[in-house]
Structure formats: C-alpha cells, structure tokens
C-alpha cells in the first residue's frame, strides 16, 4: 500500500510501507526514482536486472519502460520528472 504525501506536476513523493508498491506504467527516459529512507527494490519492464537503492541513491531511466518500485522496509521514495 502507498500513500501519496506530495504530488506537483514536476515531482512525486511518496511513502511505502514494507512490501508496499508503486508502478509507473510508461515512465519517460529521464525520470529519476530516489529513494530517500528504507530500501527499494526497482524492475523494468523488457530488463532481466533487478535493482536496489539505499537512501541518498537514485537512479535515471534511459528509456520508456514500465517500473515497479517495491518497498524491502518502511520507505520514502521521490519520483522527479524531466522537465
């Protein structure tokens, strides 16, 4: 379960309980998934990796792709859009 604290055209913060998810259906290359508190795990749509960010790391989309983000432990996640 997520629960949205901020949302701007710009940006998007949210905070996920453990086990908790978001999706992005069509995330734009450029978009940009910071986690800021807990542990997130990311997969890609058409990606065999998986990936894990720890507070203060992020990571930058190359392409259009859908992504789940999944929360491993009580989180805080920012979502920032390419302008």
Known sequence: MSLMTRNTPANTSLK???RGFHRVSAAK???TVVCEQGILWL???NDHRDYMLRPGESMVLGERKSILIEAM???RVSIV???
């Open 73 to 75: 432990s009580d989180a």
């Open 29 to 31: 290359p450029g978009m």
């Open 43 to 45: 997969t890609q749509s």
């Open 16 to 18: 996920l309980q453990r």
């Open 81 to 83: 859009y390419p302008n």
